[in-house]
C-alpha cells in the first residue's frame, strides 16, 4: 500500500529514487557540510558511515527536504529538490527518522502513529490498516495503548521507526536507528530494513558497522563533507588489514579509508 494524494510528483520515471549532482548543503552561514556530492541510490538499503561531523546528518536532512540545497542538482524520485513546488509531494513520499524526534508525551503509540500519518496524508480510510501494520513491524503492538511517556529509550526509537515507514515511503532516511535498541532489537530492526528494501530506496546513517553489513547492499562512507568510498561491504572490508584498527575486516577498512582520506589514524 503506497500513501496516496502523490499527484503533485511525476509518476515513477526515474532511474534512481536519490539522484545528486554536485550537491552542496550549508549549515550556518559559512560552513559547507555537504561539498560537491555526486550520488545515485536506488532500491534496497544503503548504509552511510563516517565520523562525527562528516556531514551525515545534513546529508540525511537534504535528502528530508528539510534543508535547501546551497548548490548543485537533486532530484528525489525524479523530482527537482529546491524550487518552490512539489515538496509537499514528494514529502508524502518519503520516511524520515531524525537522530532525535519530538513527540507528545501524552500521545498513546496509536495515536502517534496515526497523528503522524494524518501529517503524511495517508488516506482516511487507510490509516487505521496502516498505523496497526508499522506498529506490529516494530514489535510494538501490545504497547500500543501504551503512553508515550511510560516507554524506555528503546521503545521510543522504534515508535519514531514506526512513524516513519507508516506511510509506506519509496524513500526511507533512518538517522541512527538503532540507538536504544538492545542487541536482539537491532537483529530484528536488520531484518526489517531487509524487508523494506524490497521495494523502496532505504539509506541509514549510523555508527554501528556490524549493522552495516549484515543488512546493507552498498556502504556510502563519508568525511568532511565528501563521499570517499561507494561500494559492498565486502569491498569495504578487502580495504583493509592486519595494521588497521578495528575489531572486524570491515572496521578496519573502515578504519584505513578514513586514515588515508585524512591523512592520519589517530583520534
Known amino acids: ?110 495515536e502517534f502513529v496515526e497523528y503522524m500519518a494524518w501529517l503524511k496524508e495517508v488516506s482516511k480510510e487507510d490509516i487505521p490498516g496502516a498505523v496497526q501494520h508499522a506498529i506490529e513491524r516494530v514489535g510494538l503492538a501490545d504497547r500500543a ?13 522504534r515508535v519514531g521507526i514506526a512513524q516513519a515507514i507508516v506511510n509506506d515511503p519509496e524513500i526511507l532516511l533512518l538517522d541512527e536507528p538503532t540507538a536504544g535498541l538492545d542487541p536482539a532489537q537491532r537483529v530484528r530492526f536488520r531484518e526489517l530494513m531487509v524487508e523494506l528494501g524490497r521495494d523502496s530506496c532505504v539509506l541509514v546513517s549510523t555508527h554501528l558497522v556490524e549493522d552495516v553489513a549484515s543488512a546493507c547492499q552498498d556502504v556510502l562512507l563519508f568525511a568532511e563533507g565528501k563521499l570517499v568510498f561507494q561500494g559492498t561491504p565486502d569491498q569495504l572490508a578487502d580495504a583493509g588489514g592486519p595494521g588497521d584498527t578495528g575489531a572486524s575486516p570491515i572496521e578496519r577498512g573502515y578504519s584505513a579509508l578514513l586514515g588515508h582520506e585524512q591523512g592520519r589514524r589517530d583520534w
Do not use: C, W
Not at 503506497?2 to 554536485?22: D, L
Not at 556530492?37 to 528539510?66: C, E, F, Y
Not at 495503548?145 to 526509537?157: A, E, P, Q, V
Open 1 to 110: 500500500m503506497r500513501a496516496v494524494g502523490a499527484a503533485e510528483v511525476a509518476p515513477a520515471t526515474y532511474a534512481f529514487q536519490i539522484q545528486a549532482e554536485g550537491l552542496r548543503v550549508r549549515v550556518g552561514r559559512s560552513r559547507m557540510a555537504v561539498d560537491g556530492l555526486d550520488l545515485s541510490l536506488g532500491t534496497g538499503v544503503h548504509g552511510l558511515l563516517g565520523p562525527n561531523g562528516a556531514g551525515k546528518t545534513t546529508l540525511i536532512r537534504a535528502l528530508a527536504t528539510v534543508l535547501r540545497p546551497a548548490g548543485g542538482r537533486l532530484a528525489l524520485l525524479g523530482a527537482p529538490v529546491g524550487g518552490r513546488t512539489g515538496q509537499r509531494g514528494l514529502r508524502r513520499r518519503i520516511g524520515y527518522l531524525p537522530q532525535q524526534f519530538g513527540y507528545y508525551k501524552r500521545f498513546t503509540v496509536r
Open 145 to 157: 495503548g501504551d503512553r508515550l511517556k511510560t516507554l524506555s529509550g528503546g521503545m521510543l526509537r
